[in-house]
T-cell receptor
Framework: GQNIDQPTEMTATEGAIVQINCTYQTSGFNGLFWYQQHAGEAPTFLSYNVLDGLEEKGRFSSFLSRSKGYSYLLLKELQMKDSASYLCAYTGTASKLTFGTGTRLQVTL | EPEVTQTPSHQVTQMGQEVILRCVPISNHLYFYWYRQILGQKVEFLVSFYNNEISEKSEIFDDQFSVERPDGSNFTLKIRSTKLEDSAMYFC???????????FGPGTRLLVL
């Protein structure tokens, strides 16, 4: 079967670091994506991991462990505008994205 | 920067009516997708399209749904006879190849009354 899990909500302080975890189970796996979605808007691409390890892109980093079915998104130097939902999604043998329910991040002062 | 566009941004329709949602994918992309997101729920895959045919569809994409690429730029989703439960945000996405990043359009918010 297919399953993808991430926490429903997280809260963090402006300027801090937050890690959003995602675990997945699928019989076929190709790559792991992270998208940001502000309320009422479209998902916006953040990162893509195919191989194990850490991908860094400015304030955002994403990690993948294929053997553990685990990924995380790391956000550094949090800003108020980072308050959004963060969607974990994978592709398998087909190209469709299978999404988790998303983690709603609230950044506070 | 090229982007996916969608029209209309909002559509209100009566149950049983037909709606057509329109998308213009990024111009050099070859793979096209429709997803939907019911309010408060996760993004769900509907259908993927490549080389002028459906490459995969979900169980949501029943006989009431169809897709078409009527010309070199547009990609449409038709719902033949809308139901109340079709109310959702519909996103079009495109990618250069099957396993590359999918870029999403701004969405069409469909409300079926």
């Amino acid at each position: 079967g297919q399953n993808i899990d991430q926490p429903t909500e997280m809260t963090a302080t402006e300027g801090a670091i937050v890690q959003i975890n995602c675990t997945y189970q699928t019989s076929g796996f190709n790559g792991l994506f992270w998208y940001q979605q502000h309320a009422g808007e479209a998902p916006t691409f953040l990162s893509y991991n195919v191989l194990d390890g850490l991908e860094e892109k400015g304030r955002f980093s994403s990690f993948l462990s294929r053997s553990k079915g685990y990924s995380y998104l790391l956000l550094k130097e949090l800003q108020m505008k980072d308050s959004a939902s963060y969607l974990c999604a994978y592709t398998g043998t087909a190209s469709k994205l299978t999404f988790g329910t998303g983690t709603r991040l609230q950044v506070t002062l | 920067e090229p982007e996916v566009t969608q029209t209309p941004s909002h559509q209100v329709t009566q149950m049983g009516q037909e709606v057509i949602l329109r998308c213009v994918p990024i111009s050099n992309h070859l793979y096209f997708y429709w997803y939907r997101q019911i309010l408060g729920q996760k993004v769900e895959f509907l259908v993927s399209f490549y080389n002028n045919e459906i490459s995969e569809k979900s169980e949501i994409f029943d006989d009431q749904f169809s897709v078409e690429r009527p010309d070199g730029s547009n990609f449409t989703l038709k719902i033949r006879s809308t139901k109340l439960e079709d109310s959702a945000m519909y996103f079009c996405a495109s990618s250069a190849s099957g396993q590359e990043t999918q870029y999403f359009g701004p969405g069409t918010r469909l409300l079926v009354l």
